[in-house]
């Protein structure tokens, strides 16, 4: 990893990031079994969720009965990253190994701004903040319809979070600001159909991170 601002060398950082359904479960299980069996030490974590504050944030902000005002929301999702990169995210960079990491800022900015109708770059501001500056040096953007992507969400849920059961068109606006972010970062962003089988997509990530790993 750089030296650059935010960096916290030599670890690597990478992030999967993309709309609900579009499999990120399920590819970071594979890229995680691909890392390790190269010889890496991977932290697999996510986003809110992946400290024991975290759990309750996640919680809350996913599972509350009731409206949350979007600033309220944008700051939650910024407390639990401030408080994962400082415990969890930089800590294990900083002993070389790999974070990977399920959602982080590139979400942040796709769902509290596009989907909320906040300014995306307040709500990037915010989260850069939090994470005192910390970039990742991957991220994967697994791309898929939303139709297509709700129609996996019906088949596989029986319970739907606050951001999964929101309408078809907040769904539409998260998609476009995440290619929108793609196209304006596309060494970081790595743009990946979802909508072809899971071994070919796996396939295609391993080989546009075989460089960089």
Do not use: C
């Amino acid at each position: 990893m750089s030296g650059a601002p935010g960096r916290a060398a030599p670890g690597l950082f990478i992030t999967l990031e993309g709309g609900d359904g579009s499999g990120k479960t399920t590819q970071a299980e594979l890229l995680e079994q691909w890392l390790t069996e190269r010889g890496r030490v991977v932290v697999r974590t996510r986003e809110p969720g992946g400290t024991a504050a975290g759990v309750e944030i996640r919680e809350i902000v996913l599972h509350h009965r009731g409206d949350i005002a979007p600033r309220a929301e944008a700051l939650l999702y910024a407390a639990d990253r401030a408080h994962h990169v400082a415990t969890v995210v930089r800590p294990a960079l900083a002993r070389g190994e790999v974070v990977l990491q399920d959602r982080y800022i590139d979400s942040s900015v796709a769902y509290q701004g596009a989907g909320r109708v906040l300014d995306p770059d307040e709500i990037r501001n915010l989260s850069l903040w939090a994470a005192e500056g910390l970039l990742p040096d991957v991220t994967i953007l697994l791309d898929l319809d939303e139709s297509a992507a709700r129609a996996r969400l019906d088949a596989s849920r029986t319970r739907y979070d606050r951001l999964e059961a929101e309408r078809s068109d907040f769904h539409a606006r998260v998609r476009a600001a995440y290619l929108a972010l793609a196209e304006a970062e596309p060494e970081r962003i790595l743009v990946v159909d979802a909508a072809r089988p899971v071994d070919e997509i796996a396939g295609e990530i391993r080989s546009r991170l075989e460089g960089r790993v």
